[in-house]
């Protein structure tokens, strides 16, 4: 990919890197209850890694 993006490409890129961060830590015990002890990447909404998934954006 060029050094040099345009501006729709980066905002496109921008948003599918959001996608993919873990949920907050708080969220955890909100839905899992106080004693479970889970990843909060497990519960978030999109699954993404730049090797497996490709976004075309």
């Known amino acids: ?3 040099a993006k345009s501006t729709g490409l980066k905002s496109r890129l921008a948003r599918a890197a959001k996608r993919t ?6 969220t955890v015990p909100k839905i899992y ?3 479970r ?3 909060p990447g497990r ?7 730049w090797r497996r998934t490709k976004i075309k954006a």
Do not use: D
């Open 21 to 26: 961060r873990w949920a907050p830590f708080w």
């Open 37 to 39: 002890r889970v990843h």
């Open 1 to 3: 990919m060029t050094t």
């Open 43 to 49: 519960h978030t909404a999109g699954k993404r890694s």
């Open 33 to 35: 209850g106080k004693s």
